[in-house]
T-cell receptor, first 113, second 112 residues
Framework: SAVISQKPSRDICQRGTSLTIQCQVD?????MFWYRQQPGQSLTLIAT?????????ESGFVIDKFPISRPNLTFSTLTVSNMSPEDSSIYLC??????????FGPGTRLTVT | GENVEQHPSTLSVQEGDSAVIKCTYS??????FPWYKQELGKRPQLIID?????GEKKDQRIAVTLNKTAKHFSLHITETQPEDSAVYFC???????????FGAGTQVVVTP
């Protein structure tokens, strides 16, 4: 399976600021996704990162709050904008394969104070 | 949209016993059913999956069964070991490239 890395691994941010999370894959992949995992909770899909076009957001998530870029087939970024303490979560990118399997990056643990 | 219910939320078993986690789903178009294991502070890891044209799949001590008519699938862990302690998530998808809908998770604790 692909090797997936994320930067930063963790961060503590002030309310009202923004953080950009990077996801890098060691091979070209068609599908990349961004998930959020709030403390002690399950994973919730934020959006599908489409290469060369705007991301597809799930209900409850909007582009102004979570802008996503996907400049090529190995890289994507998620920005968490105008943060509040409720945004404190683990943010994970994942990559999908043509054989249904989906693999996750190590996650970015975000704390908003 | 799809709704995935997972039970139980916590499961304590003695080492060597079996553990079973069950998930039910609502969307009859779901055709892919993976299970993930997440240890504390780690990423979710795909441990086994099954597609809709298969009723059962086994990989060493873990197995997954699928009942499409009843819309439920289960994870079975036999001969549990302390290293099986983790949170397990079921998920569903409706297409091969598609997004996953996750269950709420099951905290499994295996006591020696």
């Amino acid at each position: 399976s692909a090797v997936i890395s994320q930067k930063p691994s963790r961060d503590i941010c002030q309310r009202g600021t923004s953080l950009t999370i990077q996801c890098q894959v060691d091979s070209q992949v068609t599908m990349m996704f961004w998930y959020r995992q709030q403390p002690g909770q399950s994973l919730t899909l934020i959006a599908t990162a489409n290469q060369g076009s705007e991301a597809t957001y799930e209900s409850g998530f909007v582009i102004d709050k979570f802008p996503i870029s996907r400049p090529n087939l190995t890289f994507s970024t998620l920005t968490v904008s105008n943060m509040s303490p409720e945004d404190s979560s683990i943010y994970l990118c994942s990559v999908g394969t043509s054989s249904y399997e989906q693999y996750f990056g190590p996650g970015t643990r975000l704390t908003v104070t | 949209g799809e709704n995935v219910e997972q039970h139980p939320s916590t499961l304590s078993v003695q080492e060597g016993d079996s553990a079973v986690i069950k998930c039910t789903y609502s969307d009859s178009a779901s055709n892919y059913f993976p299970w993930y294991k997440q240890e504390l502070g780690k990423r979710p890891q795909l441990i086994i999956d099954i597609r809709s044209n298969v009723g059962e799949k086994k990989d060493q001590r873990i197995a997954v069964t699928l009942n499409k008519t009843a819309k439920h699938f289960s994870l079975h862990i036999t001969e549990t070991q302390p290293e099986d302690s983790a949170v397990y998530f079921c998920a569903t998808s409706t297409d091969s490239w598609g997004k996953l809908q996750f269950g709420a998770g099951t905290q499994v604790v295996v006591t020696p």
